[in-house]
């Protein structure tokens, strides 16, 4: 797998069951379990040319370490990207990428992962109006657990969660979503080699 590639698969349909949308109930967290409320199934769109089966999808190889250049000048970042999974949460039959409402009580998402090589990932969205390209997502990094559900709640996703804390400022959700993904971000220091499947994602939910 070459650092530069990204991955983009698309969910044709977002399930939100009613309790969920109204607030009761969980739609996720340690342990949660194949089915679990809040849960999204993974159904890749028709045409879709992306390594997936239904209910799981996997990545294997190695995410390449960004070199430092001798002569002091910025590592090419812009070069070794890294990787992402991603998928977008309201793509119309058309292929246009509409925004997705956050229904009232969904306060983030969970995801499982399973695998022998699980490298730090980036869990990120992205707000309507926002644009990746100018680093406008938010994201959160999750140092994930095989099989273990991970929670991210929207509140612990930042714009830019790689520079401090807090990122450069917090996540708008007040126009909707148009996607999600998992990234897996390239470094100076070492190179990533992953081997993993995603097998659930789903919604958190709370007062």
């Known amino acids: 797998m070459r650092a530069r590639t990204i991955k983009k698969l698309v969910l044709e349909r977002l399930v939100v ?24 199934p993974i159904v890749a769109a028709a045409g879709a040319d992306v390594p997936y089966r239904l209910g799981k999808i996997c990545l294997s190889g190695t995410v ?28 119309g039959a058309d292929a246009a990428k509409n925004p997705w409402p956050v229904p009232a009580g969904v306060t ?31 994201c959160a990094a999750v140092y994930a657990n095989s099989g273990e559900a991970n929670d991210v709640p929207f509140a612990e996703m930042y714009v830019q969660c790689w520079d401090g804390p807090q990122g450069t400022g917090t996540t708008d959700v007040s126009n909707g ?27 958190m939910t709370g007062p």
Not at 116 to 129: E, V, Y
């Open 108 to 138: 983030g998402f969970w995801f499982t992962v399973e695998g022998q090589m699980i490298p730090p990932i980036r869990f990120k969205t992205t707000p309507t109006g926002k644009d990746p390209a100018l680093e406008q997502d938010s």
């Open 64 to 91: 390449e370490m960004v070199p430092v250049p001798t002569d002091g000048s910025h590592p090419p970042y812009s070069d070794y990207w890294g990787i992402e999974l991603g998928f977008n949460l309201n793509q």
């Open 177 to 203: 979503l148009v996607d999600m993904g998992l990234q897996v971000a390239a470094v100076t220091g070492e190179a990533y080699p992953l081997d993993f499947c995603l097998t659930h994602v789903g919604v």
């Open 17 to 40: 069951s009613t309790s969920l949308a109204l607030g009761a109930g969980c739609g996720g967290g340690k342990g949660a379990a194949p089915g679990a409320p809040g849960e999204i």
